[in-house]
């Protein structure tokens, strides 16, 4: 097995598992979101981090640009989406599930780091950086995106639906002490 081809096998890992156990309307509503703190946030850690020096994608060749594997923010949104569908309603249960997800993302960069995907310049350290703060802000900004989201009226569709007028009620003086019209 290549190391060029170890993302792709990664990502579709994650699509497999995305479509398997999350319903497509909660595909289609957590997309949005794992694309702005996963894919957007992946590409914007990676572009700082290439350019202080710290850590940068290798042996990707082909499946590449300005140092950003094709498939990482790709797998980066479809992980989020994973993240965000099964995030706790509860706080508690949410703290640690979000320390678990940062744990899981250093793991996981150390491992691509160890098969030669990933070049760090400060070791463990570079591992523990960046996620920090992306899941702190990947959390806090889904559950306040969603309770945004909660509050507002739900439209449905494009258009207006267009309902048939009720027939008014009688005024107060045709009406008979009983509550029957006259």
């Known amino acids: 097995m290549t190391a060029n081809l170890i993302p792709f096998y990664y990502t579709i890992g994650f699509t497999v598992i995305l479509v398997a156990l999350v319903p497509r309307r909660d ?49 980066w949104t479809v992980f989020f989406m ?20 940062m744990l899981y993302s250093m793991m996981f960069c150390q491992t691509i780091t160890k098969l030669g995907i990933l ?8 591992s523990i950086a960046p996620f920090v703060p992306w899941y702190l802000v990947a959390t806090w900004g889904y559950i306040k995106l969603t309770e945004e989201e909660e509050r507002q009226p739900r439209r449905s569709g494009t258009f207006a639906v267009l309902q048939p007028a009720a027939k008014p009620l009688p005024p107060e003086s045709e009406k008979l002490p009983d509550g029957s019209k006259s």
């Open 27 to 75: 595909i289609r509503r957590l997309a949005i979101y794992g694309m702005i703190f996963g894919g957007l946030a992946d590409i914007l850690v990676v572009s700082f981090a290439n350019y202080i020096g710290e850590f940068r994608y290798i042996n990707y060749e082909p499946f590449g640009l300005f140092g950003i594997h094709f498939m990482a923010p790709i797998a």
């Open 82 to 101: 994973l993240y965000f569908y099964f995030l706790p309603s509860e706080t508690v249960y949410r703290y640690v599930y979000t320390v678990m997800g």
């Open 119 to 126: 070049s760090l310049a400060n070791g463990l350290i570079d």
